[in-house]
């Protein structure tokens, strides 16, 4: 039997409603209908009242959950895409991401936000923005890219004290699948290594994960290893895995889907940069999205986001820099 | 629904108890905030002071119709009469403005930006209208943990947050799911410089509770007796069950948008007007009149709560203040060993 990235998703709520009464999960059509992705399917039946349908207002769900929050709950809200988070932005990033900071008291509230490009898509059904987040204080930003992953850190996301922007791959949803939800339960802020190798280093996370370990595939036959962080959490980011590895390669490529001007990539590259300069053998680089919204056609779309053969193309230069 | 109600207090008038206590906070609040503003003038306050007044009785009467320990209320920019009639102690008020490292925020926040979320009281940020969800989401909250009981929640807004989208965001969200929340809106006629004229084109903001499908009242706000037994009857019917309520209060704003602000824009004919008159020395006539109090019971409180006011201010000015180099500087309440 084998499970996929969604399958885990909603396995997760499932297990986090029946072992936690202060949980609940909030948002659009998720209710009896289970979901725009079928992330909730089945479970308002299972728990009444607890799965709840919200207006089309993004702001309003964030605060309800801010307030729930206060009053000792534990919500899970659901963004429809995570593109319409932007309603949302100053709720999360002004009354959630500065409570703890402010008053002391904590905001264990986690956003589930269906993220990334699919085929099709356009451009306010595809974005990422985990870098947006990750830039405000007070936010912790996961962003995982194996099943096992989906399952353990929206677990452990809801059971931290603090507000929790999960990005879930909409690519990965139902594309990835494992044998079962049990695999290597890392803390949340540490990284894994996707992949093991010695000439260069990728660090990706989420869908760009996969891409780069194809992309790591093609150049073995040619010779090279090249080792795939995983960083799991954009924030907190575990600078020192990746250090590790680039001590190990000399070489660093940095990956991401989101567009590229700043963001989880940039942030990479400036850490290795800034504390292990030593360590390179070669100007580090990165990949992101192209400067433009998401465009629609399946066309433009796969030349718009990273995949296996820009990064393979980069990795090939930065191999004999 | 109700779109004006006439100054008709039943049954408050008998009230005297509670009518003496809203206009004590009043008076605590007004004797604060004068405190405040001259802090300010002589440059011991850093950042802006923001004052209520001119609207001491819809905040008031409506902070004395909650219940500390079970109600919630999350006052905004003009609510230090709210606060003091919720049970805000004058230290709160006195240490965030003076930057005292044992106020509620530590220093991390200033002025009106302080609260205590765990007493039923969340803090404000200084986004319009965002509350209304967060006290939404605090009842949702006792609702789906059974323990909502006759319990209420109830924020505040001026003019110009009605012209948000959090504010229609958050009644809607509210009146959706029927929850015992009280809306005061406290139309001060301006909102920082901007009029009523660039704000919003119905004749009375009142109008919007049809839209959202929740009750509303009106009233003028510097009528004491007639605002307090509004907001009263507005608190009543939440509790009751009867779904989200939209108070509007329509009143002058006695000061400027904050101390720095000598709101010159703001033109004669309205100061004189019968919305520029001050609340304050309505309920004082009013109780007066009413033989609810003795001219010599309001000295006395004068002289009284200026004493605790200049305590308050002491006490504040002796503590110390936060200290970068011992600060935490902890955005997040967990320690991972990344950042």
Known sequence: MSVTY???IREAQLKLLQDDPRVFIYGQDISTFGGAFKATKGLADLFPGRVADSPISEDAMVGMAVGAAIEGMRPIIEMQFADFSSVAFNQI???AGTHYYRTGVPMPITIRMPSGGTAGSGPFHSQSMEGV???YPGLVVLTPATVSDAYHMLIDGVALDDPVIYCEH??????????????ERLPIGKARIARPGRHATVVAYSAMVHESVRAAEDLRNEGWEVEVVDLRSVKPLDTETVLESVARTGRLLAVGESFPWGGATAEVVSRVVQDGFHLLDAPPMRINARD??????PKLWSAHRPGQDLIRETLRQLLVY | MQLATQPKPAGLAGNTEFLRKVYQAMLRARILENKMSSLYKAGKIVGGVYLGRGQEAVSAGLGASLVKGKDFFAPLIRDQAGRTAFGEPLLDCTRTYLGSVLGPTRGRDGNVHRGRPKEGMPTMISHLGVQLSVVAGMLFAKRLQGTLGDRVGATCLGDGATSTGSFHEGLNFAAVERLPFVLVVTNNQY????????????????????????GGLSVDG????ATVSVVGEAVRRARAGEGPQLVVAHVLRLSGHGEHDDASYVPQEMRSSHCGRDCMDVART???ELGAVTADEIAGWEEQYAEEVQQAVAQAQQEPQPDPDTEDWMAVSTHFPAR
Not at chain 1, 170 to 183: F, H, N, T, V
Not at chain 2, 191 to 214: H, I
């Open chain 2, 191 to 214: 909102a920082y410089s901007t009029p009523n004229t660039s704000q919003f084109a119905c004749a009375d903001l009142v109008e919007k509770a049809r839209g959202y499908g929740v």
């Open chain 2, 222 to 225: 510097t009528d004491f007796l």
């Open chain 2, 286 to 288: 009013q109780l007066l």
């Open chain 1, 6 to 8: 969604i399958d885990a």
């Open chain 1, 170 to 183: 909409k690519y990965l949803y139902r594309w990835l699948k494992a044998e079962s939800m049990a695999g």
């Open chain 1, 133 to 135: 987040y990750a830039q």
């Open chain 1, 93 to 95: 990033v002004n009354q």
């Open chain 1, 292 to 297: 433009t919204p998401v465009p629609y056609h």
